[in-house]
């Protein structure tokens, strides 16, 4: 059976591992998640193929500034400079969010009462304290997003050695079949295009934030007229988002890209932005389907 090659989003840095070990205990982790997205479509007929984890997040961290950690558990909205800020705004803005008032401005911070509408918007008969838990996570989610964008973006050598750990995996392995999830989804669309010798069955983009028209100004290649190349070694191209998943945004990544399937899920309101998630979804695991071996694992 092929392996599959996995490319990790963001809250993805094991410090306390080696990137190889890193890389395999993330991979046994996304088998165990995938299993269950095979069994929620009714697949357990199939096989869970090899999987191999493209492990990148060591290669963004910045080890002088430890409250950046990648957890992003202890990160806020006020750690975000004001253009990374800036930006979250734009993102929430895509997002459907309304906007504070002059009024509302003087005395809220903008991105913050910007992310609570959202919230509001979206569970309108949640509870007040789910609505703060998810207003919580969301906002962790926002500024984890923005910094490691921020890192991959605008540090040509960190980008150069990412997008070479995701070559060398897919080379390696012999992997016909990648599934890039949120961040990931950005490396893995770049990757292709500076190893256009790379040829894929399937691309799979889960949570993607490639449609963002934030991201579409920094992407390298950059789109023209609003458009994105597609890469050249790829067959089929297949994006899954989250309704729930502010990363995803837009959910067809804005049309920007051939894309030759969108597909919508619905993961839960507070899991909307993990890669298990996403496998654990009998929608991801039917778009894997026709690339995995047909003997039970």
Do not use: C
Not at 180 to 189: F, N, P, R, T
Not at 255 to 280: K, M, N, Q, S, W
């Amino acid at each position: 059976m092929g392996a599959v090659v996995l490319v990790h989003g963001i809250w993805n840095e094991e410090p306390d591992l080696s990137p190889e070990d890193a890389a395999r205990h993330k991979a046994a982790d996304a088998a165990r998640r995938l299993r269950q997205g095979l069994a929620a479509a009714h697949l357990t007929h199939l096989a869970v193929p090899p999987l191999v984890m493209a492990y990148y997040a060591h290669q963004l961290a910045d080890r002088t500034r430890p409250e950046q950690a990648q957890s992003g558990d202890e990160a806020t909205l006020d750690d975000l400079t004001p253009e990374q800020a800036a930006e979250a705004l734009e993102w929430l803005r895509a997002a459907g969010a309304r906007e504070p008032d002059d009024s509302q401005a003087a005395a809220l911070a903008p991105l913050r009462w910007t992310l609570g509408r959202l919230v509001a918007q979206r569970t309108p008969d949640a509870p007040p304290g789910a609505r703060q838990r998810l207003t919580e996570l969301l906002s962790r989610i926002v500024v984890a997003t923005v910094r490691d964008l921020d890192s991959y973006t605008s540090r040509p050598g960190r980008r150069a050695l990412v997008r070479g750990t995701v070559a060398t995996a897919v080379r390696d392995s012999g992997a016909r079949v990648v599934v890039a999830h949120s961040l990931g989804s950005v490396v893995a669309y770049e990757t292709l295009h500076a190893h256009p010798d790379i040829e894929l069955d399937l691309l799979l983009t889960l949570g993607s934030p490639l449609g963002l028209p934030a991201m579409l100004r920094k992407l390298d290649p950059e789109p023209v007229a609003g458009r994105g190349a597609r890469p050249p070694g790829v067959r089929n191209w297949i994006n899954i988002a989250d309704l729930g998943d502010l990363v995803a945004i837009p959910p067809r990544l804005g049309e920007a890209f051939e894309v030759d399937r969108h597909d919508t899920t619905d993961i839960g309101l507070f899991d909307p932005h993990t890669l298990g998630g996403y496998l654990a979804s009998g929608l991801t695991a039917a778009a894997l389907a026709p690339y995995l071996d047909g003997s039970r694992s």
